[in-house]
């Protein structure tokens, strides 16, 4: 194939849908493995091999594509937006080197391990809470309503020093910031969102301004105090980190303590080893992150006419890089449809993509759903999920995000 041609069969993919999208994932890597999909104007990429490959070649395959929106914007979405004066650019995913490796280098030294692993605590103390507090209520509970929602949230405000009661609004704007740039809204449907992207830019811009007045411990004090020693980043590029880890920081790790429960549930013997032995909990994260990836694909645009999988892609091209698709690849994972919490190469997954932007965050994330499960299984090791529990998964691009993980577990009767 050398220029673009219309795809005769779509192998049952559906972009946006989310609910079960690996059978189809699954005919691309056997049928198709590079497709030229026109509902979306992107290459469709399904086998690991030829998507670790593109992450890696970040010279042809560039990033800055990453946070386009996949619909155009509307025409009042348009105006809202240039009115509230939103000029928010990607924090670090979309942005190339030189410019990419400049900030990462700057926000990478503020996002010490020293930094979150002081949260530990403070993440022990919200997840104790929270489920005491779900299994003190009826049945069945929702342990994404009731746990998973709030943990990491919390948890990303602290770190930034973000306003704690404003977890409900940040949740609000990040889903706003999902919908506009993965969903596939209509004009009408992207008018709040666009209001809501203009809130959050603000907030993200006098969170910077407060910094210089207050110098807070905080990271965006760190980030505010490293450039009045010299490092080069604007306040601008501040914001915009701002605005990126108060979307990353959460929306993924809710979805990663949602999908842990509602994989470890459905495979009841695995929840049960866990239980009895948290040694194996870290195991099992990186097999939930390949099994069922908060993120299962990602963007990026060819620079140059290229070649993936022996396909001519041509320059300025779009890329759909699946990695729950690369996650599930045979030639990767042994028999990839099975649930293995030992898996020996689980943590080959690339859920966290690969190479120069590889995910920051990758170790505050797992750090987070580990104590979830510690807890969770030490507080309510018999829990289960909720008989004939149908779990709905929101349309997006990118983003598989359950939308509930309804449990039950046996009354408690006070001593
Ligand atoms: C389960 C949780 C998470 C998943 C699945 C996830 C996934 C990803 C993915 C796929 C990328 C793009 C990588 C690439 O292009 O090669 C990424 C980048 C990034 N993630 Fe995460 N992430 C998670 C949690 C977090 C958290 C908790 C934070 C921050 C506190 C974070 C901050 C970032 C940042 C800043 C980038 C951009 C890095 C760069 O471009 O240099 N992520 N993440």
């Known amino acids: 194939m050398t220029t673009q041609q219309r795809c005769p069969v779509d192998h049952g993919y559906q972009p946006f849908d989310m609910t079960d999208p690996f059978p189809s994932y699954a005919a691309l890597r056997a049928e198709e493995p590079v497709m030229y999909d ?5 290459w469709v990429v399904t086998r690991y091999d030829d998507i670790k490959q593109v992450f890696d070649d970040w010279e042809t395959f560039s990033s800055e594509n990453a946070q386009a929106p996949v619909r155009e914007r509307g025409v009042q979405a348009k105006k809202i937006m240039e009115e509230g004066g939103f000029t928010a650019y990607s924090g670090l995913s979309a942005r190339i080197p030189p410019d990419h490796t400049r900030i990462r280098a700057i926000v990478q030294r503020a996002f010490t391990p020293r930094r979150y692993k002081a949260l530990e605590p403070t993440i022990r103390e919200n997840v104790v809470r929270l489920t005491e507090a779900m299994i003190g209520g009826e049945q069945p509970g929702d342990a994404l309503a009731s746990i998973a929602y709030h943990v990491p949230t919390i948890t990303i405000l602290t770190l930034i020093g973000a306003d704690l009661d404003m977890v409900d609004t940040y949740k609000r704007w990040s889903d706003s910031r999902a919908a506009m740039t993965w969903g596939d809204l209509t004009d009408e449907e992207q008018i709040p969102h666009a209001h809501n992207l203009v809130e959050y830019w603000q907030e993200c811009q006098r969170l910077v301004a407060e910094a210089h007045e207050t110098n807070p411990d905080s990271l965006v004090g760190d980030l505010v105090r490293a450039q009045s020693e010299g490092a080069e980043i604007t306040d601008h590029e501040i914001a915009s980190v701002c605005y990126s880890l108060l979307f990353a920081g959460h929306e993924t790790t809710t979805t990663l303590i949602a999908n842990s429960l509602r994989v470890l549930l459905s495979h009841p013997e695995a929840w049960q080893a866990l239980a009895e032995d948290p040694s194996l909990i870290p195991g099992a994260i990186d097999e939930i992150l390949r099994y069922s990836p908060s993120i299962v694909a990602w963007r990026r645009k060819a ?15 779009n890329i759909l890089l699946v990695m729950g698709s690369a996650n599930r690849d045979e030639s990767r994972f042994e028999d990839p449809d099975s649930f293995q919490i030992s898996r020996p190469n689980a943590r080959e997954h690339l859920a966290f993509g690969y190479g120069i932007h590889y995910c920051l965050g990758n170790m505050l994330a797992k750090l987070q759903t580990k104590v979830a499960l510690e807890e969770i299984g030490r507080i309510a090791p018999d829990l289960a999920l909720a008989p004939g529990a149908e779990i709905d998964f929101a349309d997006n691009l990118s983003f598989r995000v359950p939308l509930s993980v309804p449990v039950t577990w046996k009354e408690r009767v006070d001593a």
């Open 38 to 42: 026109e509902r979306i104007d992107y």
């Open 303 to 317: 620079l140059v006419d290229a070649q993936i999988g022996g396909v001519d892609i041509p320059k300025g091209a």
